[in-house]
């Protein structure tokens, strides 16, 4: 059974910074996709970032494109979400996900296994 255990989450103020990582018990880690996800109360979860496992191609909503960004070691089994410039509406749960499918997914029903979540608060 695949785990993945989120760290990184806190306060931050607007216009701080955060990194967020997930770190994936299995080595199916490096023939997977990982996404990051996010959701705030009321609000459905959406999709933050997403990389393949090929690091060839990443996916950004327009919400967060320039703000932030994914990384993965393959070596450390770990993906990152490096965030910047933050902003209140920032402020959710956020998940990893890792995706085993061949197909590169952006939406939560391509994903298979989900972290725990962990929570980023931005003040303003």
């Known amino acids: 059974q695949v785990q993945l255990v989120e760290s990184g989450g806190g306060l931050a103020q607007a216009g701080g910074s955060l990194r967020l990582s997930c770190t994936a018990s299995e080595r199916t880690f490096k023939t997977s996709h990982m996404g990051w996800f996010r959701q705030a109360p009321g609000k459905e979860r959406e999709i933050v970032a997403a990389?393949?496992?090929?690091?060839?191609?990443?996916y950004y909503p327009d919400s967060v494109r320039g703000r932030f960004t994914i990384s993965r070691d393959n070596a450390k089994n770990t993906v990152y979400l490096h965030m910047n410039s933050l902003e209140p509406d920032d402020t959710a749960v956020y998940y990893c996900?890792?995706?085993?499918?061949?197909?590169?997914?952006?939406?939560?029903?391509?994903?298979?296994?989900w972290g725990q979540g962990t929570q980023v608060t931005v003040s303003s």
């Open positions: 996900a890792m995706g085993t499918r061949l197909q590169f997914g952006v939406t939560p029903n391509d994903y298979d296994y």
């Open positions: 990389v393949d496992w090929l690091i060839s191609h990443t």
